[in-house]
């Protein structure tokens, strides 16, 4: 790293022009301005809740055109039962589905509600995106690492008499 660092010092030095850095918008931005049609990813990671960090694994897909959706689906263990927990994405309103209800849950809120921190890795020969890591509060990380791109994933919000408005 060093040496990248002092060459493109030396090159700035001499008069080489060297590229900027991108912006953390401008990658976020990549993935919707390429030929991406959809993504699908695996997701491992940890999370706490109440003091109690349990582990989690799933999948899920990020439709990016003709607009942007997304869907997940993890489960975990929690005092020796299997947990699934699910959440869809769509036209601005996100929907939950976990044990502690028989319905989705409607929550129309596009934002991080705990503030947590991500870091975005994007291909930058086409701009899609590789891997996102969340790091939450405590520490612990909720890993994205995408695997297959353009499979023609549709997202689509559950049936309406199986919403409850939250």
């Given at each position: 790293?060093l040496l ?17 850095a991108?912006t953390?918008?401008e ?5 919707q301005?390429s030929?991406?049609?959809d993504?699908h990813?695996?997701?491992?990671g940890?999370?706490?809740d109440n003091?109690?960090?349990v582990?989690?694994v799933?999948?899920g ?6 607009k ?8 975990t ?10 959440e869809i994405?769509l036209?601005?309103t996100n929907?939950g ?5 028989p ?5 129309a ?8 921190a991500?870091?975005a890795?994007?291909?930058?020969k ?6 996102y890591v ?5 520490g612990?990380?909720i890993?994205?690492?995408f695997?297959?791109?353009n499979?023609g994933?549709?997202?689509t ?9 939250g």
């Open positions: 790293m990248v660092v002092g060459v493109a010092a030396l090159a700035a030095g001499c008069g080489v022009p060297t590229p900027a991108p953390a918008n990658v976020l931005a990549k993935p301005q030929d991406l049609k993504a990813f695996t997701v491992t940890k999370i706490t003091g109690t960090t582990d989690l799933g999948d897909a990020l439709a990016y055109k003709p942007l959706a997304g869907r997940f689906k993890f489960t263990n929690v005092g020796g039962q299997e947990v699934t927990i699910q994405s036209d601005g929907y589905l976990t044990p502690a209800s319905k989705w849950m409607a929550n809120t596009a934002k991080d509600k705990d503030g947590n991500f870091d890795y994007v291909r930058e086409d701009g899609y995106p590789i891997k969340e790091t939450q509060t405590g612990q990380n890993t994205l690492t695997d297959k791109y499979t994933e549709t997202i919000a559950p049936p309406a008499d199986q919403v409850q408005q």
